[in-house]
């Protein structure tokens, strides 16, 4: 057997990220099961260090490899239930691979499930790499030893987050359209173009986000639904998720 040994601290700011990059290429290998491969045997965390233990072969060129058995999909090895939502398959692969999205286990990341608002916001500190696991954050509805506290902690040290009044940040609530528009603008500060053609539903648009949601439309990261429709209420799934911060990723690297 080999063991491939991944800290899960050092001294580096993108730590959690690469991390959990290995972990998601593990967990793939583990899934492929391919004959050329190194079978993956189990993965032990015992909290600080992930023990990665393979079987031993002897290696093999890609090219061989790949002449004698084919290649598969990537994103059959890595989600089996994303197949229905097309557009957003890259993002979901991309996000999925960079370690800033998982799945929720047996091959699934049941992609039209809702997204609650500490979620979208460690997805978004994940990929904007601002996450300060030494933050805390004391809106009077969060739990200061919760997974979420450290993400909504960074997020709110970079002015992306407010709350929803009251000291409150709405923990457990889905994140809705209008207000997945208005984090991501404070992310990215894009300018608004008062020409921008208005959605059919733009009466029912809250005022507090309608700058944010034609931005984000100007930007190309955010489209609306069908007839011209924004749907500023309606709840954002994690393919939803996935697919607007690849396109805001995409927009920060240029």
Not at 162 to 173: D, L, R
Not at 222 to 233: L, S
Request: proline content about 2%; some cysteine; hydrophobic content about 40%.
């Amino acid at each position: 057997w080999a063991v491939k040994e991944i800290r899960k601290k050092g001294d580096g700011k993108n730590d959690e990220v690469v991390v959990n990059s290995l972990l998601a290429e593990a967990n793939m290998m583990k899934k492929l099961d391919h004959p050329a491969l190194p079978r993956i045997v189990d993965i032990i965390d015992n909290g600080i260090t992930i023990y990665v233990v393979m079987d031993y072969i002897e290696g093999e060129s890609l090219d061989k490899v790949l002449n004698e058995y084919g290649a598969q999909p990537e994103e059959q090895v890595i989600f089996d239930d994303i197949e229905n939502v097309e557009w957003a398959k890259e993002s979901i692969i991309d996000l999925y691979r960079d370690g800033i999205i998982s799945g929720v286990g047996d091959n699934k990341f049941n992609p039209n499930d809702e997204v609650t608002r500490e979620e979208f916001v460690k997805m978004l500190v994940l990929a904007l790499n601002i996450h300060d696991n030494t933050l805390k954050t004391y809106f009077s509805d969060t739990d200061n030893d919760a997974w979420y506290n450290s993400y909504l902690a960074s997020a709110v040290k970079y002015e992306l987050i407010s709350g929803i009044g009251n000291n409150m940040f709405g923990v457990g609530e889905k994140m809705t359209r209008e207000d997945m528009a208005v984090v991501l603008n404070r992310s990215l500060k894009y300018p608004t173009d008062e020409d921008t053609e208005k959605y059919s539903d733009d009466a029912v648009i809250s005022a507090y986000a309608k700058d944010a949601v034609y931005a984000m439309k100007q930007a190309g990261i955010m489209r609306g639904v069908e007839n011209n429709c924004f749907a500023p209420k309606a709840n954002v799934t994690r393919a939803m998720a996935a697919k607007v911060i690849y396109e805001m990723r995409k927009l920060v690297k240029k």
